[in-house]
């Protein structure tokens, strides 16, 4: 239904396509098919008591000054003067001017725009599907300037190895540095369980492994693009005998009394009992929303494509309640940012817009939300031509149950000297993660009540729910 | 001292083998057993390179300027690689190298411009070539060569412009502290966190730290002095020559920063020039204490253990500091520390001894153990990332700097979890790669994996010999870890192949691979210990 929505661009024709105005032609068929498809999906909606949160995590540390970016002649031209040739011209932006559907006065009445490649972001933003999270990243408590430059780290706690990837990573998905084990997404998988005839399909990763995902008891069940993939030896061998099969499955699944034999064991058995189950299932699934993609030129899209499968089979899966991770790589740009970033920002583009609109024909787009993570923002500062590990960040809520087409929190000035920022226009993050996370999990059923043990810290902060969904 | 020591069972033989290089062949069985560890290691140390990479990809014709613009193709870099892993005759050093890049991590991913094959190449030989060298000059070589300089943006990196207010990127300087050297916290001699009265442990350098020591990687870019330049009739630029993926980066004094440098209590002067800044800062992260113990500690990991004792990990830590001759950085210390430690040669603990052996690991085994050839002389096997599809991981193609996997990552929700141990490689199982795992090697062990194919030459002779052929992948594959009951099952599935000594090849080796594939998918197996 929506082929031209998520037309694949090659990177040449992107490439063009940034140096050109015409682009909000690729997002204007979204705009009408928005238009027509909230009427039928008020008619396709199931009404079945189905919810999914979606994360989709930016690895690398997105750079959010050239996501969103300042239109306004006076924030835009600071915005120029500190990034340098990083700045996209004013002119490139003209076409992704976002429009608030009421009114806002941000900080310095900044008006922001979209990077030019987010055509499609702007569309769902504009037709208030998409929310905008200024400023979010990791805090223990609210912090100002100098409560940053305390050395009371007592009094003022700091999140461990602030601007370190793999840290930070594991801050924004389980609140904790490496080596946590329990994601923020698998606590409310955990607290979902019982609500899922096959309780492995709770919390899925259709990326690699992801502490996001991991709960006390909810397991991560990790999922192919293309599906659950099959033991093949063990249903057929072509050039040996069925014996050879059934001996292949009772060694790979044999319970041993050493602690990785047998987790290898655990898993087999896990990845056979599943795969049958849910590609039965995905069969039964059509869904005509086109990612229309080379396999492989959009990982996002492909991934958010199995998801938007699982999704349409939850009745046949017996799923009510479902917690996804996608991520896409390489957003450590540190040099050649503006190809780089046009390039990835073009693909959640793309693969967001889609999976919205599958989610439409699936009649849940009001049962899905989608948000975005990521390490954290970048410098505000250019190193010529890229930028370095950052704080807070800004982030995209979308979906039918989300109440777009606003900002949420203070946008930060646009300056490497104010005192929302620690240097190089590192943002002081205004909003916790915490925040965020808990009016994502309050919208999923997790009542006040049990915040505190999905969110250790929600309790320092002054506003639980944010009101973006 | 064990090192001293020769393996008293062709197992214990085998044992070693398969942690000091990728196979264990029974000529390897042999020597090993005469020499003993300590000949065995010197014999290796100084046995002579094979090809390098750049003289690879030269030989097979990689080099060649080609209207189809062969000169931006990634892909010959895949080929390169795995033939240095499966075929190159320093195995050791192979495995060492190996070893050394999931450290000191370069990814063939984002590498990107003219000749990506020859700048992994030049890449991989700094590791090859220093892999029993000093960790020091190691250490250098990395922070100049061109590979590194573009994947972590060494390469180009401008200083301060305070007219702009440009700064210097920061990427190299953190992650030469974070990855390459001392970690994220102060470390005790036997690799434990130092802690506070409060328990909390001590961050090594903070945000500022690495802000200084950008400065001291400013200046840098290609070395293209020896660099020729071929006009060609496709395009409105010149072709440059190769050296330039090879010779360290040099640097232009001018886009160096004449700041002060003042980080983790060493100050460099303003205005000190580059080189010596540089020096200065190396000496300085080098003599940190942090760094025997931080790398120590995951040279175990990669090479016999996720969870060694601490005490293992100070006495490698220890070798780092001093090689018996006042040397620090020795890294043929570190090796024969690692590899003949006594609880490396100590029976496994039952329950958590080991690691899980990775799929490149698996599979670089499996080829220099049954024989593989490349008819084409191209080893053209590519990108094995994708785990649903293939081997789930490929050598120098880690999706960041960050490895694979962590050295402290651990499997949710797993009884390794509630032991408190680690198991890095476990970062990559799960539901899609232990299957994609087997999918691969349905088709690589048996017919091969495109002009890669097993020979399986010296093991036709005991292809109907099932009892033998078992016994035989169990010493040479698993240094006889499969328990008899594993043996039995194998044994009895592939006997009923009914393969006789007057069966054809092809019967032949669809018992072999059965036997492999068995053998390989075991959790016995997959858990080397």
């Known amino acids: ?469 | 001292m064990a090192s001293d020591r020769a393996p008293a069972s062709d197992t214990e033989a085998a044992r070693f083998l398969l942690r000091a290089k990728f196979s264990a062949t029974s000529a390897d069985i042999a020597d090993l057993r005469r020499l003993g560890y300590r000949g065995w290691l010197a014999q290796q140390f100084a046995a002579p390179r094979g090809q390098t990479g750049a003289e690879w990809l030269d030989a097979a014709g990689y080099g060649a300027i080609t209207e189809d613009g062969r000169y931006f193709w990634p892909q010959f870099g895949d080929h390169m690689i795995w033939n240095q892993l499966l075929a190159q005759p320093d195995e050791m050093r192979q495995r060492a190298a190996f070893a050394l890049s999931q450290f000191f991590v370069v990814s063939l991913n984002p590498i990107d411009g003219f000749w990506p094959p020859y700048m992994l190449a030049g890449w991989w030989d700094v590791l090859a070539r220093n892999a029993f060298g000093n960790f020091r000059t190691l250490l250098e070589e990395v922070t100049l060569n061109p590979a590194m300089g573009m994947y972590l943006n060494t390469l180009g990196n401008l200083k301060e412009d305070p007219a702009s207010g440009r700064q210097p990127d920061e990427n190299y300087a953190r992650e030469i502290m974070q990855l390459f050297t001392i970690g994220l916290y102060a470390l005790n001699p036997d690799g434990t966190p130092k802690r506070d009265a409060a328990g909390n442990p001590n961050e090594t350098y903070r945000q500022e730290d690495v802000t200084q020591l950008a400065r001291v990687f400013t200046g840098y870019d290609r070395d293209m002095s020896r660099v020729e330049r071929t006009d060609v009739a496709w395009l409105d630029y010149p072709v440059p020559s190769r050296e330039f993926c090879r010779d360290p980066m040099v640097l232009d004094p001018a886009k160096h920063s004449a700041l002060p440098v003042d980080f983790l209590g060493l100050h460099i002067p303003a205005g000190t020039d580059g080189r010596t800044a540089l020096a200065l800062a190396l000496d300085h992260l080098f003599a940190h204490p942090n760094v025997g113990p931080f790398f120590g500690h995951q040279m175990i990991q990669r090479l016999v253990t996720s969870n060694p004792s601490p005490a293992y990990v100070a006495r490698v830590a220890a070798a780092f500091d001093d090689n018996g001759k006042g040397v620090r950085g020795d890294l043929k210390a570190v090796w024969t520390a690692v590899l003949t430690d006594p609880e490396a040669l100590a029976p496994w603990d039952p329950r958590t001894g080991g690691k899980l052996r990775e799929p490149v690991l698996r599979y670089a085994g499996w080829a220099r153990t049954v024989g593989v050839e490349s008819e084409t002389g191209k080893w053209e096997i590519y990108d094995l990332s994708n785990a649903g599809l293939s081997l789930g991981q490929s050598p120098l193609r880690s999706p960041s700097v960050f490895n694979f996997f962590r050295p402290g990552y651990v499997p949710p929700q797993t009884a390794i979890a509630e032991a408190g141990m680690v198991a890095p490689e476990f970062q990559l199982a799960n539901e899609t790669s232990i299957a994609g795992y087997t999918n691969f090697l349905q088709w690589a062990i048996h017919t091969g994996y495109a002009d890669v194919k097993p020979t399986y030459a010296a093991m036709m002779d005991f292809a109907h010999d099932t009892p033998e052929l078992v016994r035989w992948l169990n010493l040479h594959l698993a240094a006889d870890q499969l328990s008899s009951e594993t043996c039995a099952l194998i044994e009895s599935a592939v006997a009923g192949l009914g393969v006789t000594a007057e069966s054809d090849e092809e019967a032949k080796r669809n018992a072999l691979a059965s036997a492999c594939l068995l053998v390989m998918c075991a959790p016995e197996y997959l858990v080397q210990k």
Request: glycine share 8%.
């Open chain 1, 1 to 469: 239904m929506s082929g031209i929505v998520t037309r694949s661009l090659t990177r040449r024709a992107l490439l063009q396509r940034a140096s050109q105005l015409g682009v909000m032609g690729a997002a204007a068929p979204l705009a009408m098919e928005l238009a027509s498809a909230s009427e039928a999906a008020a008619q396709a909606a199931s009404g079945d008591d189905y919810r999914a949160l979606v994360c989709v995590f930016l690895y690398g540390g997105n750079d959010h000054a050239n996501t969103l970016v300042p239109y306004d002649r006076r924030n835009h031209a600071r915005y120029a003067a500190i990034r340098g040739n990083l700045a996209f011209r004013r002119e490139l932006l003209r076409d992704t001017v976002l429009e608030p559907r009421v009114p806002q006065t941000l900080t310095d009445d900044q008006r922001f725009a979209l990077a030019p490649y987010c055509p499609r972001l702007k569309v769902l933003f504009d037709s208030g599907k998409m929310a905008i999270q200024l400023n979010v990243g990791s805090l223990i408590t609210p912090l100002t300037l100098a409560e940053y430059n305390s050395p009371d780290r007592a009094k003022y706690p700091l999140p461990p190895k602030l601007f370190s990837h793999n840290d930070q990573q594991s801050f924004w998905q389980a609140l904790g540095s490496e080596g946590s084990t329990i994601g923020w997404g698998g606590r409310l998988g955990d607290l979902a369980l019982s609500s899922n005839a096959q309780s492995l399909l709770t919390c899925i990763s259709a990326s690699g492994n992801a502490v996001f995902v991991s709960g006390r008891e909810a397991l991560q069940y990790q999922i192919a693009p293309s599906g659950a993939i099959p033991f093949r030896p063990v249903k057929r061998l072509p050039w040996s005998t069925p014996a050879v099969s059934a001996a292949l499955e009772q060694l790979v699944t044999r319970p041993s009394g050493h602690l990785f034999e047998n987790e290898l064991a655990r898993l087999a058995r896990r990845s056979m009992a599943m795969e049958g189950v849910v590609n039965g299932a995905l069969d039964k699934v059509s869904l005509e929303t086109s990612f229309d993609l080379v396999p492989g030129e959009n990982p996002l899209a492909d991934q958010l494509r199995i998801v938007a499968r699982l999704i349409g089979a939850r009745r046949e899966l017996g799923s009510k309640r479902q917690v996804f991770f996608v991520s896409l790589d390489e957003f450590d740009h540190h040099n050649d940012l503006a190809p780089k970033h046009a390039k990835l920002m073009a693909q959640v583009d793309e693969a967001i817009a889609a999976f919205y609109m599958a989610t439409v024909e699936l009649g849940v787009a009001s049962q899905v939300t989608t948000f975005t993570a990521s390490d954290f923002g970048r410098t505000l500062a250019s190193n010529s031509d890229g930028s370095d590990h950052g704080w807070g960040s800004h982030h995209f809520v979308v979906g039918g149950a989300v109440r777009g087409g606003r900002y949420y929190g203070t946008a930060p000035h646009m300056s490497v000297e104010t005192d929302d920022q620690v240097g190089q226009g590192r943002l002081l993050p205004s909003t916790a993660i915490d925040q965020y996370a808990a009016t994502l999990a309050s919208w999923f059923g997790v009542p006040d009540s049990e915040m505190a043990t999905v969110l250790p810290n929600i309790g320092n902060f002054a506003t639980r729910n944010l009101g973006f969904v």
